[in-house]
């Protein structure tokens, strides 16, 4: 089992910046797809950005591109995404995620995870 941790929400003025952190616990000794998704009430679960602990590839989606920043340090079990230039459309709940193993394809759809924290919100006002 694996427990993830996140942290670093709160609430901003557009334009603005916030850096969220996961930690992960448990078993941590393999090499980990990991994840941000972010949900806002009514709308489907989004994937942000992912990486692969074992390499060095980075993943994003277009609304993210160029604002958001994934990163991990794999030495303290972490994950942190880096929110710059932020929107109100960027007002959500925003999740850690993990599986084990790599992930050739598909790396931002929840669907292939299967560890999950319980989110921290992030709120961004006008």
């Known amino acids: 089992q694996v427990q993830l941790v996140e942290s670093g929400g709160g609430s901003v003025q557009a334009g603005g910046s916030l850096r969220l952190s996961c930690v992960a616990s448990?078993?941590?000794?393999?090499?980990?797809?990991m994840a941000w998704f972010r949900q806002a009430p009514g709308k489907e679960r989004e994937g942000v950005a992912a990486?692969?602990?074992?390499?060095?590839?980075?993943y994003y989606a277009n609304s993210v591109e160029g604002r958001f920043t994934i990163s991990r340090d794999n030495a303290v079990n972490a994950l942190y995404l880096q929110l710059n230039s932020l929107k109100p459309e960027d007002t959500a709940t925003y999740y850690c995620?993990?599986?084990?193993?790599?992930?050739?394809?598909?790396?931002?759809?929840?669907?292939?995870?299967?560890?999950w924290g319980q989110g921290t919100q992030v709120t961004v006002s006008s």
């Open positions: 995620a993990a599986r084990m193993g790599f992930l050739v394809g598909a790396r931002l759809s929840p669907n292939n995870y299967n560890f």
């Open positions: 448990g078993h941590t000794t393999a090499y980990y797809s």
């Open positions: 990486l692969y602990t074992g390499g060095g590839r980075t």
